[in-house]
């Protein structure tokens, strides 16, 4: 049994902690008056006070005067609205919303220019993300605080500060709620910053512009390998027909597909399917073996245990740590084995935002959920199918399509796993695929190396309050020269 904790202070003191009075004991934990005292080694100020604009969607005006003048929608329009979702994934291109041009100017006290910091307001309330530089107009989502510094602080030194175990421990201090946790205006204004020198804070931007640098190449390595597939294919300037009429037969539709549906016939979806048809090619239950996970329920979800991963927090690019775990007894260990996801596993979403594509490439402690599938090529195709070539395939126009097709018509898609076992995959010559695959392993070490310099940028700062920015520098100089030189 853990032994009690307690901490005697005065009332007045309770009121110079904390300007909204709370008296439960988290908020008064030991460990934060041992943060505060290393912090106050330097001189620090509380976020509020570096700020130049707090603000958020609701700033603009009452629900009844934001519905009149916004609506959101998922096709592309004048300016691109950010989530959380596309944050997390890193992806502002895929499975965005967009408003329009009347609504973008509309909504004048959130629109977004690059380099803010915005902070979520609920769920996973108080996590922060560095607002990349767009070069279109965008706007902010409804769930985001957004956050513009003065000009006396680089918002990478600060975006930074708020990811180390220190500026985590603050955020989740000023959480407040049961379900779901929430964060407000006066608690993300409270948060305390260390203010270290400005020589500093620019060393820590300067990892922030090599970290981009490599993430654009990783963009355009995966980019480039996109095109190769396409051309290949002959598809590289391929454009969906937009005719609207197909003549079925009643024996050649509803008796080979069991589809009724107009949509389903569209020609667009048989363009792409006559052509893949045209080449050497697959269908996915051929390649692969598809397993199920299971759906435990929400009433199983806890906040510590095994990570379980969920369709939103996975993307072509990655995954994302889950804020939702399962009991660590939950399986036995036989079936977490043999459930948990193994390196090489490709995991495909089949509910929700349906044929994302991911290949996992270490090992993985968690529980994926049943939207996704475990995709696991079959020995006798190991020699004919890439597996990074296979998950490009996947996520590209040509299976997103046959998705479309076959889970279009309903507001919560859903892809059965006997019309994924039936995709058709092209199957291109063993050293095209190899092309391919090298610009897409290229793409992710890149990527990789882009989060290793975020990581180092935290850790710094982590090293300067705990030593000084001396020993941090050096930290910095000897760590790019050994892994990025």
């Known amino acids: 049994m853990d032994g009690l904790e307690a901490v005697e202070l005065k ?32 001189e620090v100020v509380n976020l509020g006070d570096i700020l130049a604009n707090l ?22 329009d004048y300016a691109y609205m950010v989530r959380t979702s596309d944050l997390e994934a890193n992806d502002f291109v895929n499975n965005v919303k967009y408003v329009s041009e009347h609504a973008y100017n509309f909504l004048t006290k959130s629109k977004v220019y690059g380099g803010e910091i915005l902070i979520n307001k609920i769920g996973s309330a108080g996590k922060s993300y560095l607002m990349p530089y767009l070069n279109r107009p965008v706007s902010l989502g409804m769930n985001l605080f957004l956050l513009r510094l003065n000009k006396d602080y680089e918002s990478e030194f600060v975006y930074s500060y708020l990811q180390t175990k220190y500026g985590e421990l603050l955020i ?24 270290l020198s400005s020589n500093f804070q620019y060393d820590i931007k300067k990892l922030f512009s090599l970290a981009n640098q490599k993430l654009d190449q990783s963009k355009r390595l995966y980019q480039e390998a996109e095109q190769l597939l396409l051309e290949e294919l002959g598809l590289a300037n391929f454009k969906p027909s937009d005719e609207n009429i197909s003549i079925r037969k009643l024996s050649d539709s509803f008796g080979a597909f069991g ?9 667009k979806y048989n363009n792409i399917a006559e052509h893949i048809k045209l080449g050497n090619h697959k269908v996915l239950s051929n390649i692969v073996h598809i397993r199920k996970s299971i759906e435990p329920g929400s009433d199983a979800y806890c906040e510590e245990g095994i990570e379980f991963i969920r369709v939103s927090n996975i993307s072509k690019f990655g995954i994302t740590k889950s804020d939702i775990c399962l009991p660590v007894d939950f399986l036995p260990e036989t079936e977490y084995n043999t459930l948990k996801p193994k390196p090489g596993t490709i995991l495909l979403s089949k509910d929700g935002s349906v044929g994302i594509a991911y290949r996992i490439k270490n090992k993985m402690e968690c529980i994926t959920s049943g939207a996704l ?23 590209s126009v040509l299976v997103q399509m ?16 006997s019309e994924i076992e039936q995709i058709l995959i092209p199957c291109l ?25 975020l990581d180092l940028a935290k850790h710094a700062i982590e090293l300067a309050i705990e030593q000084n920015e001396t020993a941090s520098v050096n930290y910095i100089t000897n760590h790019i020269s050994k892994e990025f030189a």
């Not at 092309?435 to 290229?442: A, G, N, V, Y």
């Open 429 to 453: 010559d063993i050293q095209h695929q190899c092309l391919i695959e090298d610009k897409i392993k290229s793409s992710f070490q890149l990527k990789e190396q882009s989060q290793q310099l």
């Open 11 to 42: 009332l007045q003191q309770l009121r110079a902690l904390d300007k909204k009075f709370r008296i439960d004991s988290y908020f008064f934990s030991k460990q934060y008056f041992v943060i505060d005292n290393l912090l106050r080694k330097y």
């Open 259 to 267: 589809r009724l549906d107009s949509e389903y016939y569209q020609p």
């Open 402 to 417: 046959q998705a479309e097709r076959d889970a279009g018509g309903s507001i919560i898609q859903h892809w059965k796993p």
């Open 55 to 76: 603000t958020d969607y609701h700033a603009n005006g009452s629900y009844e005067i934001l519905k009149n003048h916004v609506a959101i929608s998922d096709s592309k």
């Open 373 to 395: 599938l475990h995709l696991n090529i079959k020995d006798e195709c190991l020699d004919k199918i890439m597996p990074e070539y296979l998950t490009l395939v996947l996520n």
């Open 172 to 195: 989740k201090r000023e959480v407040s709620g049961a379900v779901p946790l929430s964060i407000d205006k006066s608690s993300v204004r409270n948060i305390i910053i260390p203010k």
